[in-house]
């Protein structure tokens, strides 16, 4: 039986990192939505998030929401992408909170919670400079949140959010939150109640936490990243996350040929497997690897991060990962395994292809 490329979830480090993640959230009274769109909802995380100090279960996809339930999530869910028209009656049934930007839908959604007898929670997305889902014109936003407070039954208003860091790259700051805070609060002065959720992001606004910078008034933040891999923190951000498990994933793969080649191609020079021109550089002869196992399961190769020092990757097609292993040519031979940390493209990836075999450990 075939059994790589094989992804091994740490389960108990997975644990650990909720936990020492709600710490400090809960230090500043923040909740937290468990994000689990990254790992594509595998079952065991998702249970370990649920018997965390999350407060809710969250995905972008309805999808990942459905099976969270179907596996028996007690927590709440959070769909954290604007539904599609088409999805509604799903969202009614099986999430409990959403993020919200379209007039339209919020219509779609009241007439389905009344269909089904089911209230339902929503926030409204405020665009600060992200430029991804949400209300650029904050002057709709407050006139939709005060519409919503009077006029709908049976959808609630339970607060606002924005997101940041995903698009337009940009950097979730005390001042965004507060131009966030302020849009809460001039809701709240026309509504005459305070908002029960101000959502501040994502993992880029868990540095905020850290460091204790984060305005008070953010009551609620979305992670997957910063539980699951921690691997931005240091790599993109210079913060040291120490307290956080680096491990949670690795992805094993077999190694099916080795062989001295030279570091130059032969030949003219045309385009790649996927009709990109790549530049390459000559060292002369060395050793390299294939592993089997290539970007179909998991995207850019060069954001892996090889566990063996003296593995370097060199590129990869979309069965083949190709290494240099000059440093350790001694050492390696044709059967052995390879392990790989996974940067967050590399997570959605494997585990969203049907060739990489998922192991749970405790
Ligand atoms: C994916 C996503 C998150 C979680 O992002 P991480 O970087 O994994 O913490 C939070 N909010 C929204 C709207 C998202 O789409």
Not at 106 to 126: D, F, I, S, Y
Not at 135 to 161: H, T, Y
Request: proline share 3%.
């Amino acid at each position: 039986m075939e059994t790589h490329p094989k992804l091994i979830v740490n389960l108990g480090h997975l644990k650990e990192n909720i936990r020492s993640m709600c710490e400090r959230t809960d230090a500043l009274d923040i909740s937290v939505a468990g994000v689990i769109k990254g790992f594509h909802a595998i079952p065991e995380m998702v249970a370990a998030f649920d018997e965390s100090p999350c407060q809710s279960i969250a995905s972008s996809r309805i999808e990942q929401l459905k099976s969270a339930h179907d596996i028996g999530c007690k927590k709440p869910l959070f769909l954290i992408r604007i539904p599609m028209l088409s999805e509604i009656p799903e969202v009614v049934k099986y999430v409990a909170y959403s993020l919200q930007s379209e007039k339209v839908v919020l219509q779609a959604l009241e007439k389905e919670c009344e269909k089904q007898g089911k209230t339902h929670k929503v926030l409204l997305m405020a665009d600060l400079g992200d430029l991804r889902e949400g209300f650029w014109n904050k002057d709709e936003l407050v006139e939709l949140a005060v519409d919503i407070e009077n006029n709908f039954n049976f959808v609630k208003l339970a607060g606002i959010g924005t997101n940041l860091g995903c698009y337009g790259s940009i950097k979730a700051t005390p001042e965004k939150m507060n131009e966030l805070i302020d849009i809460a609060q001039i809701i709240e002065n026309k509504i005459g109640r305070t908002l029960e959720l101000i959502s501040g992001g994502a993992t880029t606004s868990t540095m905020m936490v850290f460091d204790k910078s984060i305005p008070k008034r953010i009551n609620h933040l979305r992670i997957g990243e910063g539980i699951i891999l921690a691997c931005d923190y240091e790599k993109l951000f210079d913060t040291d996350a120490a307290f956080l498990h680096k491990d949670v994933l690795t992805l094993e793969g077999e190694i099916i040929e080795i062989k001295d080649k030279p570091s130059y191609p032969v030949g003219e020079l045309s385009y790649d497997a996927f009709g990109n021109v790549q530049t390459y550089h000559d060292r002369g002869i060395r050793r390299r690897a294939l592993v089997a196992f290539g970007r179909v399961d998991v995207g850019d190769v060069e954001t892996l991060m090889p566990k063996t020092s003296g593995v370097e990757i060199l590129g990869a097609s979309s069965d083949h990962l190709i290494l240099d292993i000059e440093e350790v040519k001694d050492t390696l031979k044709v059967g052995d395994k390879l392990s790989f940390g996974l940067s967050y493209c590399n997570m959605v990836y494997a585990t969203s292809s049907k060739n990489v075999k998922i192991e749970v450990i405790d």
